[in-house]
């Protein structure tokens, strides 16, 4: 069975099948580790199809079981598993693809479903081992066959013939239910359906991680004009600072955050939802007259994303960094009733308190929206993201604000969450703010 704890999720050492063996590996492997949600998701599906129990694997029953859903939640809605499934698949091609190039087994778990199929690899895709346990198969316990040496040729015959029947039945509930899917999905969702337009790609803006770092070893601030005239990489030629040379390889290189391109994946999900598409740009390769037409989302906190400077002037929940105290805060410029004036995450904190920021506002030129998602941490941007791809957490603060003709108007929120091993946990709402 799956023992858990604050460290992680993994099978029961009790076990010497090498499929959990392979488990335990992917999922103390660095891509991993910090992952616990998608660890969870995998350790829980291999589990219970290694039991036999494949039938019971399902998106309802996942939702409830990991995710805080209650058994009769609308699937069709609230997306987080299909979201973090998509996740764990895009993981998973990761760590084959690197650690786990030699493994002689891969796990697959195809779209449209939630199964683990445990597929040997070919000599060119792994170096062969020896397994212990039960043979490896796909999928875990398929069916017998009969032995074609004692079957005579006209059973034969009419056993292809089942077979094939098999197959196409098979293939067409497939396609029903693929189409099905299909269906649910094309419902008008309250913000996607106003980030994603079928006539206008959405442009997304991923952060600059070199530029957190440049942060961090200079203990300087960065404007936005600044990054865009690029001359903060020529005002670190100090060949006695090794720490200095380090900042101006940074400042050169090309860095993004993990929950970044995770973000990016779902957002193109979404867009394919509402018949839309993404156009990715690292944050240097922006020009402000790219903000001036049409919709953007911008992921990380001015630390990682500077273009998020242009919206500042007219946001009341902004960032702010103390590096002498190692405080990244968020300030509340106009507190209202009992709201702090500030919410703190202190780099030091035993609780990992960390605050994410979702703000949807207008563009530049006001015929548009702009999605913020910035975090005084990578755990909260990504609690940010999670509060937004989540329709259980997002569509009980949309519903009171929507407006008599059912759009919503701008808003911004601050959440508070804790910081797990790099991940956020289930956030709360400390404010918001909503405009005309």
């Not at 094939?164 to 029903?176: E, H, K, P, R, T």
């Not at 990244?328 to 009992?338: F, G, Q």
Request: charged share 25%.
């Amino acid at each position: 069975m799956i023992s858990s704890n604050r460290e992680g999720v993994s099978f029961g050492t009790s076990s010497t099948d090498s499929r959990r063996e392979l488990v335990d590996r992917i999922i103390a492997s660095p891509l991993f580790s910090k992952a616990e949600r998608i660890s969870s998701l995998l350790v829980y599906i291999c589990d219970i199809a290694l039991e036999g129990r494949e039938s019971e694997i399902s998106e309802q029953k996942i939702g409830a079981a990991l995710f805080g859903r209650s058994a009769d939640y609308d699937s069709s809605i609230d997306g987080i598993v299909r979201t973090q499934a998509s996740r764990l698949r895009q993981k998973l091609d990761l760590y084959f693809e690197t650690e786990g190039v030699d493994e002689p087994v891969r796990i697959v778990i195809p779209k449209g479903g939630y199964v683990p199929f445990f597929v040997p690899r070919t000599p060119k895709e792994a170096v062969p081992a020896v397994l212990s346990g039960p043979p490896v198969s796909v999928p875990v316990n398929p069916p017998r066959l009969p032995d074609e040496t004692n079957v005579p040729r006209t059973a034969k015959s009419r056993l292809a013939w089942i077979l094939v029947a098999i197959l196409s039945m098979s293939m067409l509930g497939m396609f029903l239910h693929y189409r099905g899917l299909s269906r649910k999905s094309r419902h008008v969702h309250p913000l996607w359906s106003q980030i994603f337009r079928a006539d206008q790609p959405t442009l997304v803006v991923t952060g600059d991680s070199g530029l957190v770092m440049w942060h961090g070893i200079t203990g300087r601030e960065l404007d936005l004009s600044e990054y865009i005239a690029g001359n903060f990489r020529a005002q670190l030629s100090t060949p006695a600072m090794p720490s200095l040379e380090l900042a101006g390889d940074l400042s050169s290189r090309r860095y993004t955050s993990n929950v970044d391109l995770e973000i990016v994946h779902a957002l193109d999900l979404h867009a394919e939802e509402q018949t839309s598409k993404l156009v990715i740009r690292f944050a240097r390769d922006v020009r402000p007259n790219d903000f001036k037409e049409g919709n953007v989302v911008l992921i990380g906190a001015t630390e990682a994303n500077p273009w998020v400077q242009m919206f500042e002037p007219r946001m009341n929940f902004v960032f702010s960094n103390d590096r002498a105290r190692k405080v990244m805060s968020v300030l509340n410029r106009a507190p209202r009733d009992k709201e702090a004036p500030r919410w703190d995450s202190v780099y030091a904190d035993a609780q990992h308190r960390v605050y994410g920021v979702v703000a949807y506002l207008p563009n530049l030129n006001g015929d548009g929206n702009a999605l913020i998602l910035e975090g005084t941490s990578m755990a909260g941007t990504e609690s940010a993201w999670d509060f937004v791809s989540d329709d259980s957490q997002l569509s009980p603060f949309l519903d009171p604000i929507r407006r008599s003709d059912g759009s919503i108007p701008h808003f911004e929120i601050v959440l508070g969450t804790n910081n797990f091993n790099g991940s956020a946990a289930k956030s709360t709402v400390l404010a918001w703010r909503t405009y005309p």
